[in-house]
């Protein structure tokens, strides 16, 4: 699948996510990363995977799924929540976001659907996870990644531009919970905005038809928004301490050891769900040996994915995961530390071609 900007609007560089083509930059990826502070970023999120479950037992069969509590969900609602292994792993991060009737319409009925995306790494995964558990007979479920786009705006005035490019007054958005959503008609396309703090930005996420996406993207652009890609999104990212999945966790990850608890993806009262013993053991009886923690290091010489942390008597004490040259802090990282280095701590990345020291920070930076 190509993603709407690599077709419509070509990048300068793209890069390649679970095979899927991903706008890098558009030529200047230091202004795609300042429209955050001065306007708002517009980029292209349809590289996720988008499933939609359908029915009057879609929330029951989901919340057995994953971390959150789906039931507790009402439409125009929604949650960030993990899909686990029996082993309390971490198949997938997901967001929900609960439906009735349209698909993208608020109304006081009980939620029938539910539109829920993955990261791309994780798509197949998950997936795969919804065909094991759910019965299609009793909630219906289809993938619509290549159905329905994905157009995210964040920054300082992502409010109003989404508000003029949509026609949804900004006082209607302002109020609106993270992953709470309303929908309007756009150009004969139904537009489902939802609010997201996927970054320490303001930040919508506009979930349209494909035929109707190119016209959005028009729009949000000529409302003021700078087109950009994943290398600014990804600064913005790390900075905000957010964990990709493939990258900073993956199926050997604890949901606690990720922060998930800050991040608002687990209840801790809902009903039995797969993986459940593990994050309820840790959570009541015990604690995780290491957490997701930020670095800022020494050197401008970036460290390798997986490079190894050392503390000061050479002890292994966690690796280094994403990394970012951001122009707020410098050099930076995001890691999985033992949980003993405390924030303030210098402990030291080495790898084959170099070292530096680094200073371990609590997220976000």
């Not at 157009?151 to 949804?168: E, N």
Request: proline share 7%.
């Amino acid at each position: 699948m190509i993603a709407l900007d690599t077709a419509l609007h070509p990048p300068a560089a793209t890069e390649e996510i679970a095979g899927r083509t991903v706008a890098a930059h558009y030529g200047d990826p230091d202004a795609e990363y300042a429209a955050l502070h001065t306007g708002g970023l517009l980029v292209d999120r349809s590289y996720r995977t988008r499933m939609r479950v359908s029915g009057p037992k879609a929330a029951e069969l989901v919340t057995g799924l994953v971390t959150n509590d789906v039931k507790a969900l009402s439409p125009g609602q929604g949650q960030y929540a993990a899909a686990l292994t029996a082993k309390g792993k971490i198949v997938a991060d997901v967001r929900i976001f609960a439906t009735s009737g349209s698909p993208a319409v608020v109304t006081p009925a009980a939620v029938d659907s539910l539109l829920i995306d993955a990261p791309p790494r994780a798509g197949a995964a998950w997936t795969e996870m919804v065909r094991k558990y759910v019965n299609p007979r009793i909630a219906p479920y289809r993938d619509e990644t290549d159905a329905l786009r994905n157009l995210g705006v964040f920054g300082l005035h992502a409010r109003r531009i989404v508000s003029d490019a949509t026609g949804i007054p900004a006082a209607a958005l302002a109020p609106l919970p993270p992953y709470a959503h309303v929908a309007a008609q756009v150009d004969g396309g139904l537009v489902t905005v939802a609010r997201v703090p996927e970054l320490e930005y303001e930040g919508y996420e506009l979930f349209a038809p494909a035929d109707a996406a190119p016209g959005l993207w028009s729009r949000l652009a000529n409302a003021g928004a700078t087109r950009g890609g994943l290398a600014a999104w990804d600064v913005a990212r790390v900075e905000s301490g957010r964990p990709e999945w493939g990258l900073d966790i993956d199926e050997t990850t604890i949901p606690q050891e990720a922060n998930f608890d800050d991040l608002h993806a687990i209840s801790y009262t809902k009903g039995c769900y797969v993986g459940q013993e593990t994050v309820a053991r840790v959570h009541f009886r015990g604690h995780v040996n290491r957490h997701l923690r930020g670095l800022r290091f020494q050197s401008r010489d970036l460290p390798p994915f997986k490079t190894q942390l050392i503390d000061g008597t050479g002890k292994p004490v966690g690796d280094v995961r994403s990394t970012a040259l951001s122009p707020r802090h410098g050099p930076i990282a995001l890691g999985m530390v033992r949980r003993e280095i405390a924030a303030g701590d210098v402990i030291t990345a080495r790898w084959a071609d170099g070292e530096t020291a680094a200073v371990v920070v609590a997220l976000p930076f």
